[in-house]
């Protein structure tokens, strides 16, 4: 299966937010990361996508820029 990980960077470290997402939506300022088996996580204001690796399976997020 091909899940992804997403990760928070802050301060040039990554920390993983989930292990296997299988989908992640972006609302204005709120970005909902999903399990296949239904785990959900929600980041409120304050991040945004700093890029989408699809060939390694991850995605990082860093603070969003003021």
Do not use: P, W
Request: glycine letters at 4%; proline letters at 0%.
């Amino acid at each position: 299966m091909c899940l992804s990980k997403v990760y928070i960077e802050k301060e040039g470290k990554r920390e993983v937010v989930m292990k296997e997402a299988a989908q992640m939506k972006v609302k204005h300022n709120l970005i909902e990361v999903s399990e296949l088996l239904g785990e959900t996580k929600r980041l409120e204001e304050g991040y945004q996508v700093k890029a989408v690796d699809f060939l390694n399976h991850f995605v990082v997020l860093r603070e969003a820029k003021k």
